[in-house]
């Protein structure tokens, strides 16, 4: 049986190793000339810069994959676990370390801002019970088939449905929680890891706090792209053959099923077709002529990103791995990317520098900056107006937090936005997370990782079913294992 998949992003390469280990000869087609669509990396002047993802979290979904390897293949993918999750910085010169161990990162809260430590470690717990009682439903399988709500997954979370955070929001129950502006700011900033809103998404996103400060934060020896880099070699070693500058047209469908692929004008024959394209653009471009699930495609999209990558040709010893320079009005800052759908003036700034970890990723005494601020989807901006704007409030806010006049420690640079997101990984809006999950009912308005109507038609990665980030693109190449046929 022959399974073709449109893109090599993280949900593409995924599913395509797990059909191949099913049986299936497996075909990708991807657009660009090299694979990963989002984790990828480049380099520029001496400086090598991890493109899309920096932060890690549930590494044994990766390596669930390695172990799928053809017998003998001898692929490995070492990483280490993290101390530190993230440096926060305020600019009235407050400065918290989050720690991934629960106990040692309430303790510092405790010394910083004179929280009892139990406050968190409480929190932390419910973060823990919600995500262990809800992820088997929500994140593992399908919420589109009815067998789903007859499996004994559905019990805990039914009965614990009041304490999961479902009808309130991530903010409401932070502030009810922790009752410390910082701290609420600092948990609620995980509602932008799907790329949503605190003062809208539901509670029950404050469990993804479990993830970085529970279970911990990871680093691939080599970087973020090691990911990508170490399961094409997994899909090649089961014969996966990646087909690279071959954008596909066309679905084709005949009598309800899917049956392979127009690419470059060339009709290719499959029993089973993945798209991990976005979506929306799967929908307008590939499936043209079916019918358009419009109430799916329409949902608001996630946040965008602009990034600028700095080759600094200094070490700034007050930095970690992941750092975050907090806006002073975190709800102005959200009103802005999801209601104005503009950026505002005092932007919360994330700044990853993988050389702390690998040096090799900068020349001797310097450090390789990914600077990213959350911004709205593309609906057509001006960004060549924002973006050098943008560039002063962000050095100012650093500079001002570090003492010092950073523009002229910038020796290269190279900028994402939301349109080259969009281009590059056809990504609609160029959002980075598919749909947002700023309404209670988001898990279940995403698109299913199958086609209702068509036979043969599978969904993977961030724009789809469980959503997006890589576990959860991970996990939608697990769900269409379970969902398609054995060979
Ligand atoms: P994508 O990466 O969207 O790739 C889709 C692929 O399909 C692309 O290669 C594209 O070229 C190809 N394609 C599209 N159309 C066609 C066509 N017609 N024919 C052939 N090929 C086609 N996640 C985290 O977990 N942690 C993070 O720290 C994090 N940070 C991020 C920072 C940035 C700047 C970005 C951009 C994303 C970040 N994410 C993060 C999100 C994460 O990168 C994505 O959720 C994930 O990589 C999406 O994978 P995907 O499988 O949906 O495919």
Same mark, same amino acid.
């Given at each position: 049986?022959?399974?073709?998949?449109?893109?090599?992003?993280?949900?593409?390469?995924?599913?395509?190793?797990?059909?191949? #280990?099913?049986? /299936?000869?497996?075909?990708?087609?991807?657009?660009?000339?090299?694979?990963?669509?989002?984790?990828?990396?480049?380099?520029?002047?001496?400086?090598?810069?991890?493109?899309?993802?920096?932060?890690?979290?549930?590494?044994?979904?990766?390596?669930?994959?390695?172990?799928?390897?053809?017998?003998?293949?001898?692929?490995?993918?070492?990483?280490?676990?993290?101390?530190?999750?993230?440096?926060?910085?305020?600019?009235?010169?407050?400065?918290?370390?989050?720690?991934?161990?629960?106990?040692?990162?309430?303790?510092?809260?405790?010394?910083?801002?004179?929280?009892?430590?139990?406050?968190?470690?409480?929190?932390?717990?419910?973060?823990?019970?919600?995500?262990?009682?809800?992820?088997?439903?929500?994140?593992?399988?399908?919420? %589109?088939?009815?067998?789903?709500?007859?499996?004994?997954?559905?019990?805990?979370?039914?009965? $614990?449905?009041?304490?999961?955070?479902?009808?309130?929001?991530? %903010?409401? =129950?932070?502030?009810?929680?922790?009752?410390?502006?910082?701290?609420?700011? @600092?948990?609620?900033?995980?509602?932008?890891?799907?790329?949503?809103?605190?003062?809208?998404?539901?509670?029950?996103?404050?469990?993804?706090?479990?993830?970085? =400060? $529970?279970?911990?934060? /990871?680093?691939?020896?080599?970087?973020?792209?090691?990911?990508?880099?170490?399961?094409?070699?997994?899909?090649?070693?089961?014969?996966?053959?990646?087909?690279?500058?071959?954008?596909?047209?066309?679905?084709?469908?005949?009598?309800?099923?899917?049956?392979?692929?127009?690419?470059?004008?060339?009709?290719?024959?499959?029993?089973?077709?993945?798209?991990?394209?976005?979506?929306?653009?799967?929908?307008? #471009?590939?499936?043209?002529?079916?019918?358009?699930?419009?109430?799916?495609?329409?949902?608001?999209?996630?946040?965008?990103?602009?990034?600028?990558?700095?080759?600094?040709?200094?070490?700034?010893?007050?930095?970690?791995? %992941?750092?975050?320079?907090?806006?002073?009005?975190?709800?102005?800052?959200?009103?802005?990317?999801?209601?104005?759908?503009?950026?505002?003036?005092?932007?919360?700034?994330?700044? $990853?520098?993988?050389? #702390?970890?690998?040096?090799?990723?900068?020349?001797?005494?310097?450090? $390789?900056?990914?600077?990213?601020?959350?911004?709205?989807?593309?609906?057509?901006?001006?960004?060549?107006?924002?973006?050098?704007? !943008?560039?002063?409030?962000?050095?100012?806010?650093?500079?001002?937090?570090?003492?010092?006049?950073?523009?002229?420690?910038?020796?290269?640079?190279?900028? @994402?936005?939301?349109?080259?997101?969009?281009?590059?990984?056809?990504?609609?809006?160029?959002? =980075?997370?598919?749909?947002?999950?700023?309404?209670?009912?988001?898990?279940?308005?995403?698109?299913?990782?199958?086609?209702?109507?068509?036979?043969? !038609?599978?969904?993977?990665?961030?724009?789809?079913?469980?959503?997006?980030?890589?576990?959860?693109?991970? @996990?939608?190449?697990?769900?269409?294992?379970?969902?398609?046929?054995?060979?």
């Amino acid at each position: 049986m022959k399974a073709k998949i449109v893109g090599a992003g993280i949900g593409g390469i995924a599913t395509a190793i797990r059909l191949a #280990k099913k049986g /299936y000869s497996v075909e990708v087609y991807e657009q660009n000339n090299y694979p990963g669509g989002k984790l990828t990396a480049f380099e520029q002047d001496g400086f090598r810069f991890d493109a899309g993802p920096s932060l890690f979290t549930l590494p044994e979904l990766v390596d669930d994959l390695i172990t799928l390897q053809k017998e003998g293949a001898n692929i490995d993918f070492p990483y280490d676990k993290l101390d530190e999750s993230c440096r926060y910085f305020w600019d009235d010169s407050t400065q918290l370390t989050a720690y991934t161990n629960p106990e040692k990162f309430s303790k510092e809260v405790e010394k910083v801002f004179d929280i009892p430590a139990k406050i968190i470690t409480q929190y932390l717990k419910e973060a823990s019970f919600k995500y262990e009682k809800s992820s088997k439903l929500f994140l593992e399988k399908s919420l %589109h088939k009815t067998s789903t709500f007859f499996t004994k997954e559905i019990i805990p979370a039914l009965l $614990n449905i009041y304490r999961l955070g479902l009808f309130e929001t991530m %903010h409401q =129950l932070n502030s009810t929680k922790l009752k410390h502006p910082k701290i609420e700011q @600092l948990f609620d900033r995980f509602a932008t890891y799907n790329g949503s809103d605190p003062y809208q998404a539901p509670g029950i996103l404050t469990s993804i706090a479990n993830l970085e =400060l $529970n279970k911990g934060t /990871y680093y691939p020896t080599e970087g973020m792209h090691q990911i990508t880099e170490r399961l094409v070699q997994v899909a090649e070693s089961l014969d996966v053959k990646f087909n690279y500058n071959s954008s596909v047209e066309k679905i084709i469908i005949e009598s309800g099923k899917a049956k392979g692929l127009q690419v470059n004008g060339e009709v290719l024959s499959a029993d089973l077709v993945v798209s991990n394209m976005d979506v929306y653009p799967t929908y307008k #471009k590939l499936l043209s002529d079916q019918q358009q699930p419009e109430a799916i495609l329409n949902q608001e999209r996630s946040s965008s990103a602009l990034i600028f990558y700095w080759g600094i040709n200094r070490e700034f010893k007050e930095l970690g791995l %992941h750092n975050i320079f907090f806006s002073n009005d975190y709800k102005e800052e959200f009103r802005h990317i999801f209601k104005l759908k503009s950026v505002f003036s005092d932007p919360t700034i994330y700044v $990853n520098v993988s050389s #702390k970890q690998t040096p090799q990723d900068a020349p001797d005494g310097m450090e $390789n900056w990914f600077v990213m601020i959350n911004v709205p989807a593309n609906i057509g901006q001006d960004w060549d107006v924002i973006i050098p704007e !943008l560039k002063k409030t962000v050095i100012a806010k650093i500079g001002n937090r570090l003492g010092v006049a950073l523009e002229q420690y910038i020796v290269t640079e190279n900028i @994402l936005d939301p349109r080259s997101i969009e281009s590059k990984t056809s990504s609609y809006q160029g959002a =980075l997370y598919g749909s947002s999950s700023n309404n209670r009912y988001a898990a279940f308005l995403r698109h299913p990782n199958f086609h209702q109507k068509i036979k043969g !038609l599978y969904f993977s990665g961030g724009s789809v079913h469980p959503g997006g980030g890589i576990p959860l693109c991970l @996990l939608s190449a697990k769900i269409i294992d379970d969902l398609s046929p054995n060979v």
